[in-house]
């Protein structure tokens, strides 16, 4: 079974991305061997596209953070997500492996990002923007406010 991790880099020594559907990168990874392969991630304009990972028979996800459409998804097929925050790719596969992180029962955010652009969060606001977990920032300057996500 391979896992699919939320990188911000496209090496082992990545940290875990704060973001699931909209990380940098997402290694899909053989746990045993440690093999891997790098994709390109998702743009926060497009919509994420989980089922091609599904359909590759990935179980287990890692993230630093997950929204409840992602974290939907993955449940409905079966798959279980990880939470390993602040640390590498290969720490974090390998906790997971052993068993040391048990798997997410909820979402770890309240909204998606386009759901929280339709309330009128994220870009184009009045200042610096605010930070919140779901990485969008309610500013009121020219600027994205940016949460943990990456």
Request: proline share 4%.
């Amino acid at each position: 079974m391979e896992y699919l991790v939320a990188s911000s880099g496209d090496t082992l020594d990545s940290k875990v991305s704060g973001r699931f559907g909209h990380s940098n990168y997402f290694l899909v990874i053989e746990p045993n061997t440690m093999e891997f392969e790098v994709f390109p991630g998702v743009s926060k304009e497009e919509s994420q596209h989980l089922g091609r990972y599904m359909r590759k028979g990935i179980e287990k996800f890692i993230t630093g953070n997950i929204g409840p459409s992602a974290f939907t998804e993955v449940m409905t097929a079966g798959g279980k997500v990880y939470l390993c925050r602040n640390m590498p790719v290969v720490e974090a596969v390998k906790k997971v492996k052993n068993g040391d992180i048990q798997p997410l029962q909820e979402p770890t955010l309240n909204d998606s990002i386009h759901s929280a652009r339709k309330e009128g969060y994220g870009r184009r606001g009045m200042g610096g923007g605010g930070r919140r977990m779901d990485g969008g920032g309610r500013g009121m300057g020219g600027g994205e406010g940016r949460g943990w996500g990456r």
